[in-house]
């Protein structure tokens, strides 16, 4: 796929951010069906819908899937290492806030 095509699938996905399909996500992120399943499975995604066909999911979740698909490349996780990486990703960033807020009112 031309990476234009590719930018304009994402920019149009995102700004329809209240819901894209899994097709459309798959696109936008260059990864397998399958692939996107197995992080429901797991957790690191939550669609909108019982089945696939009925799956929606928030714009937003295509920068959760870029993340999760640099974890599998770059550190070669299998998908529950993927998902354990991500929440704690995702707690060092609310510790983070939380500290930040913290000194700004000790100040």
Not at 67 to 74: N, Q, S, Y
């Amino acid at each position: 796929m031309a990476k234009d095509t590719k930018r304009e699938v994402m920019a149009e996905v995102l700004e329809r951010a209240a819901n894209c399909t899994l097709d459309e996500l798959c696109l936008a992120c260059e990864v397998e069906a399958e692939w996107v399943a197995e992080l429901v499975e797991h957790g690191v995604l939550a669609p909108v819908g019982r089945t696939r066909a009925e799956w929606r999911f928030q714009g937003l979740m295509i920068t959760h899937v870029a993340k999760a698909k640099r974890l599998e490349r770059d550190l070669g996780l299998n998908t529950p290492g993927v998902a354990l990486a991500l929440d704690l990703l995702e707690e060092i960033d609310a510790l983070r806030a939380r500290l930040k807020a913290y000194e700004s009112q000790s100040l």
